[in-house]
């Protein structure tokens, strides 16, 4: 994936991409939470985090683009609302909700450690994420 496609991807699961009849924006992570059916789609946080990983050089600099802060902050801040208690998504599954609370962890460590962009703070900033991978079924 490419630093531009890390981009537009992230600004469907942010819900910031203006293109909304893009079933991407609809079916981000962000979209499939607003709508929730039920069951929280895994492949979306994967590639929430893989597309951080693309773009965590551009996290070095002294300026960090506001369209990329804006998407990645969003989908930390919309979901830490919806699924805390009085929240659009207060009343789901609690091991869904706790799933849910254990990515948005994950994300927002990786975040803290990219924006501290320290090579030990780069290289610490997905660990828990790739461990995670290594422990999803095959």
């Not at 293109?19 to 059916?37: A, E, M, Y």
Request: proline share 2%; hydrophobic share 40%; aromatic share 14%.
């Amino acid at each position: 994936m490419t630093s531009e496609e890390a981009r537009i991807s992230l600004s469907f699961h942010s819900g910031r991409n203006s293109n909304i009849k893009d079933p991407r924006w609809i079916n981000g992570f962000l979209g499939s939470l607003r709508k929730f059916n039920g069951d929280i789609i895994e492949e979306n946080f994967i590639d929430v985090m893989n597309c951080l990983k693309v773009l965590a050089p551009e996290f070095a600099s002294d300026s960090v683009d506001k369209n990329l802060l804006a998407d990645v902050y969003g989908i930390l801040y919309y979901t830490t609302i919806w699924i805390q208690e009085g929240g659009r998504l207060s009343d789901i599954d609690c091991k869904i909700r706790n799933k849910i609370k254990y990515w948005m962890q994950m994300y927002s460590y990786a975040i803290v450690l990219l924006l501290d962009y320290s090579e030990q703070a780069y290289k610490e900033a997905f660990t828990e994420f790739d461990d995670y991978l290594m422990k999803l079924p095959k």
